[in-house]
């Protein structure tokens, strides 16, 4: 853990940097370590805020959960390009340069 932050907004959030070696594949497989790496915070309904960081500090994923938004709370997921997140579900398209549309299921 790089650094741990309290932030007194939605009745107390933690900010979480986390910078493992190697990054990349700890970004890419990060679904259940984030409940072990929040703990109780994970389990009771509080906000946070984790993000993966290489040995430049530059940011490789960004998971956010933010309680009382709709019936179960929203969360927020950020990966930088290259990095495929199994805690992402429904991976993002990328739409080519020049392309007005993403092209259709169907052909």
């Known amino acids: 853990m790089v650094a741990a932050h309290y932030v007194p907004f939605l009745g107390g959030t933690a900010d979480v940097v986390v910078q493992p070696d190697p990054p990349a594949p700890f970004a890419e497989q990060v679904g259940q370590k984030v409940v072990t790496l929040l703990g109780p915070l994970a389990r009771d309904g509080r906000a946070y805020l984790v993000t993966v960081v290489d040995s430049t500090q530059a940011p490789l994923l960004v998971l ?17 390009p290259g990095i495929r997140s199994d805690a992402i579900f429904g991976q993002p398209v990328i739409v080519a340069p020049g392309e007005r549309s993403l092209p259709h299921p169907g052909g």
């Open 64 to 80: 956010g959960w933010t309680p009382g938004v709709g019936q179960a709370g929203e969360g927020v997921a950020w990966q930088a």
